[in-house]
């Protein structure tokens, strides 16, 4: 087929598209149909709709086919965080506040302003941050169940920072590196921008599939495993210790790096230990407080091996230099006088009551998550479409997040995650209400 007729076809079916008359949900022919109706070779339709795909306009699925994309989502739904317009109750991003916080930062400034060493927070800072700050930091690990020293803490700029300093260090473009098949859309942007091979483990209902990952292991030269065994983000689980130590004796036989990211482990109790108290020779634990205290307080930390820690602060240095000293001063203090862990308490408790109203609202629905977490993963219907139902929901005022930015294997389940902690309850309740008569209605 001459390249401009290819071209032609793929232009004519992205017009059809984005005008309307090929409607979101359109299930379009088989490649073996498409090829037969315009004399195609099987290859050269294939292309068509892999280019279709790559523009956003299409979605293969296997065993369903090839469905026309809804267009009309915010760009980048579920993962870059835009400004949600007036009106639109947000599901799709956790910023969860509780009242007083404000308070909180006017007294910690006012403090501050009249410490005496005001004046050397606003000079450069060491790259690990100061010394006493990190032994903070290892003594609220303690509370994590990880005994760490001071020295192999490294205070940064956010637990994203905090990925980014580990993925930068210790791999190189080409690297693979396994992960569970839904996982945290964060890492997947973070793993596409440093050009790593992203291999999915498929996921139960309790953790990842470990005899999958071995067999990854034994097939292809895996270097290392981003896992979220306390409260994994979209799914929920907290993985228990007879298949934490499963996962570390893999990483052993196979000599893998574990990327161990706790983000939402403070929101779970009465847990096994972190991947890196029982393997702290090659697990990085990564870690911050927008969750637990404030999403705007851009301070995180790496608990790390001792031989790493010298290339972790080199690359601390080349993104950020160091995390501002006035950031981490307020932050410090808090861990110290226990405003960090009382905050925590309150949003235990808060993440389970707005888990106990969705579901009430939700009733009769499947769901999937944590008693105490801030999310709920929602399987659809097998002939529903998530990007439908967001675009529907949309409509309805509601911004959730569809399942495509979570999946990093060519099966993308039909699924939303809501976020919960964002909202008021009364706001949160009818959210919850229009989730379920949308989904209902595509059901």
């Not at 291999?199 to 209902?205: A, F, K, N, R, S």
Request: neutral net charge.
């Amino acid at each position: 087929m001459p390249r401009s007729r290819y071209k032609t076809l793929v232009d004519a079916f992205a017009a059809d598209i984005r005008s309307g008359r090929l409607p979101p949900g359109t299930r379009l022919p088989t490649h073996r149909q498409l090829a037969t109706e315009h004399g195609l070779a099987l290859v050269t339709a294939s292309r068509v709709y892999a280019e279709l795909e790559g523009m956003g306009l299409v979605s293969g699925e296997t065993g369903r086919g090839t469905f026309v994309r809804e267009t009309s989502l915010p760009p980048g739904q579920g993962i870059s965080q835009h400004v949600v317009a007036a009106g639109v109750i947000d599901l799709n991003f956790n910023y969860p506040s509780l009242p007083g916080q404000a308070d909180l930062l006017r007294t910690a400034l006012r403090q501050l302003a009249l410490s005496g060493h005001l004046e050397s927070l606003l000079r450069y800072q060491p790259h690990a941050g100061r010394l006493h700050e990190r032994a903070s930091v290892a003594r609220h690990l303690l509370d994590r169940g990880l005994r760490v020293p001071a020295e192999q803490v490294l205070i940064v700029s956010g637990a994203q920072h905090g990925l980014a300093v580990a993925m930068m260090t210790l791999l190189k473009p080409g690297d693979v590196i396994a992960a569970d098949a839904l996982t945290y859309p964060g890492f997947k942007t973070l793993a596409e921008t440093l050009h790593l091979e992203v291999l999915p483990i498929p996921v139960t209902d309790t953790g990842p599939d470990l005899p999958a990952l071995e067999k990854l292991c034994r097939s292809r030269s895996v270097r290392a495993v981003y896992s979220m065994p306390t409260l994994h983000n979209p799914l929920g689980w907290v993985m228990d210790l007879d298949r934490r130590e499963q996962l570390v004796a893999i990483a052993r036989r196979h000599d893998l790096t574990i990327i161990e990211d706790a983000a939402y482990a403070f929101l779970a109790e009465n847990v096994p230990p972190p991947l890196a108290e029982l393997a702290p020779e090659r697990t990085v634990y990564v870690s911050g407080l927008s969750k637990n205290v404030a999403t705007g307080l851009r301070v995180g930390f790496i608990a790390a091996p001792a031989q790493w820690v010298v290339a972790f602060e080199r690359t601390i240095m080349a993104t950020t230099w160091n995390t501002p000293g006035v950031m981490t001063a307020i932050v410090t203090a808090w861990l110290d006088d226990g405003t960090v862990s009382q905050l925590e308490v309150q949003k235990r408790t808060d993440a389970r009551a707005r888990q106990a109203l969705a579901r009430e609202v939700l009733a009769g629905l499947r769901t999937i998550s944590h008693p105490n977490s801030y999310f709920i993963w929602l399987p659809l219907a097998e002939d529903a479409r998530a990007d439908q139902i967001a675009m529907a929901l949309m409509r309805e005022q509601v911004s959730v997040s569809p399942a495509e930015p979570f999946a990093i294997s060519a099966h993308v389940p039909h699924a939303i995650r809501l976020a919960l902690g964002s909202v008021d309850m009364d706001s949160l309740r009818i959210a919850l209400g229009k989730v379920k008569n949308v989904v209902g209605f595509y059901s």
